[in-house]
């Protein structure tokens, strides 16, 4: 099995910045993208920005020049750099992983309990 734990949410005034840690942890052999996806109160859960193995990034068009996404891969780690927060940030934070727990395996993909940011004054 495969564990993803999130860290670094909280409370920000608007203007502020927070960075998230995602850290994979488990049966793991490799993993090919990474991602943070948000989920307001009353939305669906949306893409915020996406990584690939290989540094390939994508952001969703709200948060591009705010928000930066980043891997390490070594320690199966990834980061959301969020600055310039706005109170229409606040939502909860998944962490999303496409893991393969042994060479040749299908690729699966996992979740994180999610991390709370708030942007409020």
């Known amino acids: 099995q495969v564990q993803l734990v999130e860290s670094g949410g909280g409370l920000v005034q608007p203007g502020g910045s927070l960075r998230l840690s995602c850290a994979a942890s488990?049966?793991?052999?490799?993993?090919?993208?990474m991602g943070w996806y948000r989920r307001a109160p009353g939305r669906q859960r949306d893409l915020v920005a996406a990584?690939?193995?290989?540094?390939?990034?994508n952001y969703a068009d709200s948060v591009k020049g705010r928000f930066t996404i980043s891997r390490d891969n070594a320690k199966n780690t990834v980061y959301l750099q969020m600055n310039s927060l706005k109170p229409e940030d606040t939502a909860v934070y998944y962490c999303n992983a496409e893991v393969q727990s042994k060479p040749f395996a299908v690729f699966s993909n996992y979740w994180g309990q999610g991390t709370q940011v708030t942007v409020s004054s």
């Open positions: 990584i690939t193995s290989g540094g390939l990034t």
């Open positions: 488990g049966s793991i052999f490799s993993i090919t993208a």
